[in-house]
């Protein structure tokens, strides 16, 4: 059974930094993305960072460039999502997910459609 757990959400101030984690298990596939996303109530899942799992091939969304970093130990089945910067408009639930196995590098990988397993997600407020 395929789990990712996320951890690391919380309250924070405009400027603010937190790093969210993510730990997988029940999958050993060599090649697969690991994807950040985030949702805001009443509005749509955002991809915010991606990584092509063991390679370090990363995404950003443009919102976030400059502020977050996407990393990962791919032994440890372990992903990270160091946000700084911290603004209001980064507030939501933050999901992590994988795609599963894939055949190589497919692109940016940038939707929720392309993944099909995700954690229950880490609330992230950023308010004064």
């Known amino acids: 059974l395929v789990q990712l757990v996320e951890s690391g959400g919380g309250s924070v101030e405009p400027g603010g930094s937190l790093k969210l984690s993510c730990v997988g298990s029940?999958?050993?596939?060599?090649?697969?993305?690991i994807g950040w996303f985030r949702q805001a109530p009443g509005k749509e899942r955002e991809a915010v960072a991606t990584?092509?799992?063991?390679?370090?091939?990363?995404w950003y969304a443009d919102s976030v460039k400059g502020r977050f970093t996407v990393s990962e130990d791919d032994r440890a089945r372990l992903s990270y999502l160091q946000m700084s910067g911290l603004k209001p408009e980064d507030s939501g639930m933050y999901y992590c997910a994988t795609t599963g196995p894939v055949t190589g590098y497919l692109g940016d990988r940038n939707a929720p459609k392309y993944y099909s397993y995700w954690g229950q997600g880490t609330q992230v407020t950023v308010s004064s």
């Open positions: 990584i092509y799992s063991g390679f370090g091939y990363t």
């Open positions: 029940g999958y050993t596939w060599s090649w697969y993305y």
